[in-house]
């Protein structure tokens, strides 16, 4: 370990030059240093010096011969001393600015978990909606186009119109039968308030001829036994035979009567055959008057018109295209959307409906919307899919599922904006 010895150089008189003090390790050659005039050479040891005038220095001091006046010093040789102290000069402010960078970033570290303790985001989310397709109800040739792409109708308002003319002719004739049954029905009407008066009618005749035939019957029965009972000589056999044959006819007359009076008794059941011709006849009048609403359903339907309000996309059909029904020509977006989040199944647990959330859309990055949580889908995504996967067979192989959940959007839309179905947007749930 070397020492370090100060001495003092005294001035010469003769040359004028000055003896200073240095430091610089005992035993040790240091360094020569230039100087203008001269070079000066410093030695440190252990044995006694003379100077110029035969004074000498005890040991362990420096000799420096100098013809101006200079300071010789360890710390001014290149390379040695001066770098150290530099070193030290600068320690303090790299300390300084060492602990201003780390605390700022734990502060800035605690702030962000502090502001973001209770915040949940997604950026697998997008703008969903329902999609309303138009399409015709009956076949036809396009004769008028009423809407352009992207335009925003209301309900009712038409969209196309297609060729009516079959159709007014198929009202036409559905018409002329309804007209024809009309009347075949109204004429059964009158035929049954007839037969409520005639069948009771014919019943009570019926029942008075059979009283006049019994009547008859019982006098010819009179006339036979009288002319049976007087001799021979009294009467002849011909009276007795017409008595007889006027006996027997009057027979034949009561049972008659007899028949037409059962024939008629039934008179409730031929007034109910009456008004089952008429209820026959109504029906005709009804299935014509379906065939005459259906007519005019389909002549109706010649125009199709926006089922309700949205925008116009994915329109597929032209002036002058022949339609059939089922055929999609159009798509309405209507104005209720809302935003829909996949988020992973380990943020689930802190949300709940009625939560309030900041959306963030990509397209309009000025555009401040806020909404709620609605619901959470029961289910993930991937059970939903066209081939879902089964976990049963095979490696299993744990993978972080997502779930829609449905944020409904409250306040900050845009009418001059709209949001397209399908944008992305980044929704933050403050679950507080």
């Known amino acids: 370990m070397s020492q370090t010895a100060r001495i003092r150089l005294p001035r010469q008189a003769s040359g004028g030059s000055k003896m200073r003090a240095a430091s610089t390790p005992i035993g040790e050659t240091f360094a020569i240093a230039r100087v203008p005039k001269s070079p000066i050479l410093i030695t440190a040891d252990s044995r006694p010096v003379e100077d110029d005038h035969g004074h000498q220095t005890p040991g362990g001091s420096l000799l420096a011969h100098e013809q101006p006046e200079a300071t010789v010093a360890s710390d001014q040789v290149p390379g040695q001393g001066g770098s150290d102290t530099g070193h030290r000069n600068r320690r303090p402010a790299v300390f300084i600015i060492g602990f201003i960078v780390l605390a700022a970033l734990v502060l800035g570290g605690s702030y962000y978990w502090y502001a973001n303790r209770n915040l949940l985001s997604t950026d697998d989310a997008y703008v969903d909606g329902r999609v309303v397709t138009v399409a015709p109800q009956v076949s036809g040739l396009v004769v008028s186009l009423d809407v352009r792409d992207n335009q925003f109708v209301h309900r009712g308002d038409p969209l196309i119109h297609i060729d009516p003319r079959s159709y007014m002719s198929e009202r036409n004739r559905a018409q002329g039968t309804l007209d024809s049954a009309q009347a075949q029905a109204a004429g059964e009407r009158l035929a049954t308030e007839i037969a409520r008066k005639n069948f009771p009618a014919l019943f009570q005749q019926a029942q008075a001829q059979l009283l006049t035939a019994k009547a008859i019957l019982a006098k010819a029965q009179a006339d036979y036994d009288r002319q049976s009972a007087l001799p021979k000589a009294a009467t002849t056999q011909q009276e007795v035979d017409a008595a007889l044959a006027a006996l027997r006819q009057s027979e034949a007359q009561v049972t008659q009567a007899e028949a037409q009076v059962q024939l008629s008794s039934p008179v409730e059941q031929h007034i109910g055959q009456s008004d089952a011709q008429v209820g026959q006849l109504n029906g005709k009048v009804e299935q014509a008057q379906a065939q005459l609403d259906q007519a005019e359903l389909n002549l109706s339907w010649t125009v199709v018109t926006a089922p309700q309000d949205g925008w116009i996309t994915r329109r597929n059909v032209e002036m002058g295209n022949y339609v059939t029904p089922g055929q999609q020509i159009f798509a309405i977006v209507p104005p209720d959307?809302?935003?829909?989040?996949?988020?992973?199944?380990?943020?689930?647990?802190?949300?709940?409906?009625?939560?309030?959330?900041?959306?963030?859309?990509?397209?309009?990055?000025?555009?401040?919307?806020?909404?709620?949580?609605?619901?959470?889908?029961?289910?993930?995504?991937?059970?939903?899919?066209?081939?879902?996967?089964?976990?049963?067979?095979?490696?299993?192989?744990?993978?972080?599922?997502?779930?829609?959940?449905?944020?409904?959007?409250?306040?900050?839309?845009?009418?001059?904006?709209?949001?397209?179905?399908?944008?992305?947007?980044?929704?933050?749930?403050?679950?507080?």
């Open 337 to 432: 959307m809302w935003v829909t989040a996949n988020f992973k199944e380990n943020q689930l647990d802190g949300l709940r409906p009625g939560q309030s959330v900041k959306i963030d859309v990509d397209a309009y990055p000025r555009l401040d919307l806020h909404g709620h949580v609605d619901s959470v889908q029961m289910g993930s995504g991937s059970k939903f899919t066209a081939f879902p996967p089964e976990n049963a067979t095979g490696n299993f192989v744990k993978i972080v599922q997502r779930v829609p959940v449905k944020i409904v959007i409250d306040s900050g839309l845009d009418p001059k904006r709209p949001l397209p179905l399908g944008i992305s947007v980044v929704p933050t749930v403050s679950v507080r």
